[in-house]
Structure formats: C-alpha cells, structure tokens
C-alpha cells in the first residue's frame, strides 16, 4: 500500500493549481502578501454578478467550487506560512473525510480553503486581505499595509 501523501504536499499542489488560475485573470502570484489583493480581485472578480449559491449547484459544480476553494485556500495558506509561520495539519471527521488547517505560530489555527469558500458563497465583504491582516494582528505583528 502506498505512503499518503503529506498534507503540507497535497496544499502546495493545491496552490500551484491557484497559480495556474490565476493566469486565465491575466494574474502572476508570487506568495508575496501583496499578491493576496490579486487574490481578492480574482475572487471579487468571480462573484461580480453574485456570491455562489452552492446549494442551487449541481454537485459536480459544487465540488468544482470547493476544489477552486482549496486551491486559493492553499494558496492563502502558503502566504501565510511564509511570511508569518505557519504549518498545515488534518484531521479525520466522522464522515470519514478530514479537515485541513493551519496551526499559526502555535497560537492560532485556521482554515483558508473555508475563508476562501466563505468570501465566495457568503459574504463579498469578507476579503483575504483583511483575514490575513487580521490574524496578523491577532499575533501582535505589524499588519501588512497594501500597496
């Protein structure tokens, strides 16, 4: 039976998939945390005629907003990780699928693919720049000033 694959792995190749995305936006990201406007744009971008509505979706849809999801989710995640500490973990439900999560300088967890799922189906006001500003603060770091 072959190894799992790690989770740290399965979120990179989740954000490359973001990366390739973003192109079809005429968008380079670069992990930087100015990119997370860009991403903030794109994501604006797909809901400028409404947020999802995932329960109207048929399922294959549905599973291809959430696949969209984990990779801005990865994405977002990668940011973080790099620019403020971060390390990605899971956790088995009793569905039997699992969790992903971002454990931050041991003193927070998060999930971007949820914030991400969140800015696209609930709330056009809840941007990713002002998630990752937040936790920032939250931390006690100086939060990240947009260009």
């Not at 999801?69 to 039997?96: L, M, Q």
């Amino acid at each position: 039976m072959p190894e799992p694959v790690p989770i740290v792995e399965i979120m990179q190749e989740y954000a490359e998939k973001a990366l390739a995305h973003a192109q079809r936006f005429g968008v380079t990201l670069d992990f930087s945390e100015q990119s997370l406007v860009y991403v903030d744009a794109i994501l604006g971008a797909m809901t400028k005629d409404g947020l999802f509505q995932p329960d109207s979706l048929p399922d294959e849809e549905k599973e291809n907003l959430w696949i969209l999801c984990k990779a801005y989710g990865g994405y977002v995640g990668e940011v973080i990780v790099r620019h403020v500490g971060a390390s990605w973990h899971s956790k088995d439900s009793p569905d039997g699928n699992f969790s992903v999560h971002l454990r931050i300088r041991d003193r927070l967890t998060g999930s971007p693919p949820d914030r991400v799922w969140k800015r696209l189906t609930q709330s056009e006001f809840d941007t990713i720049i002002g998630y990752y500003r937040g936790l920032q603060h939250m931390l006690g770091l100086t939060p990240f000033v947009p260009e």
